[in-house]
T-cell receptor, first 116, second 111 residues
């Protein structure tokens, strides 16, 4: 199947700094990518839908100025957590589809963010 | 937004037994998908069932879908210790594109 690569897999940063997470579709073009957040032993919460060449669509309650999403090419979307706080510590996962609605989604390996 | 609700939240069985997980959802869907997640890792797609399908098989996996009850089940037959993971159902609504995940079932298979 298609491959989605997410980097870094783990990052520790200090409060107040910004962290960028990359999500790449390696063997297909993804006009749309999705960013999820997962708390320990919890489900995945959709944060935003990233659209190539246009603004991301954020879910209710997700601060777009805090979680900056850029989808500048058909194979790369980035999520930047700005002015990180300890409560931003979480597991962030991206996904993309190589096709229409009724196709499977491919997920990155996830990024474990720890803000100290 | 969260839509699916998995049941049970946790399941512990022995190798060789069958594991059944259920998922309910609230809105009309285009399709429903099941994913597996090992601890601290990304998700792996297991199977997709379309809204006009009632049952689907893939190896030791059997998925059913009842759109009238807005529910689905995942059956893993002859379980193995390597099946230990969290299992999530995810729906794709007719009106949207993103996957909406349920809360997941944590499966433990002991040798």
């Amino acid at each position: 199947g298609a491959v989605v690569s997410q980097h870094p897999s783990r990052v520790i940063c200090k409060s107040g700094t910004s962290v960028k997470i990359e999500c790449r579709s390696l063997d297909f073009q993804a006009t749309t990518m999705f960013w999820y957040r997962q708390f320990p032993k919890k489900s995945l919460m959709l944060m935003a839908t990233s659209n190539e060449g246009s603004k991301a669509t954020y879910e209710q309650g997700v601060e777009k100025d805090k979680f900056l999403i850029n989808h500048a090419s058909l194979t790369l979307s980035t999520l930047t957590v700005t002015s990180a706080h300890p409560e931003d510590s979480s597991f962030y996962i991206c996904s993309a589809r190589d096709g229409a609605l009724n196709t499977e989604a491919f997920f990155g390996q996830g990024t474990r963010l720890t803000v100290v | 937004s969260q839509q699916g609700e998995e049941d049970p939240q946790a399941l512990s069985i022995q190798e060789g037994e069958n594991a059944t997980m259920n998922c309910s959802y609230k809105t009309s869907i285009n399709n429903l998908q099941w994913y597996r997640q090992n601890s601290g890792r990304g998700l792996v797609h297991l199977i997709l069932i379309r809204s006009n399908e009632r049952e689907k098989h893939s190896g030791r996996l059997r998925v059913t879908l009842d759109t009238s009850k807005k529910s689905s089940s995942l059956l893993i037959t002859a379980s193995r210790a390597a099946d230990t993971a969290s299992y999530f159902c995810a729906t794709v609504p007719n009106s949207g594109y993103a996957l909406n995940f349920g809360k997941g079932t944590s499966l433990l298979v002991t040798p």
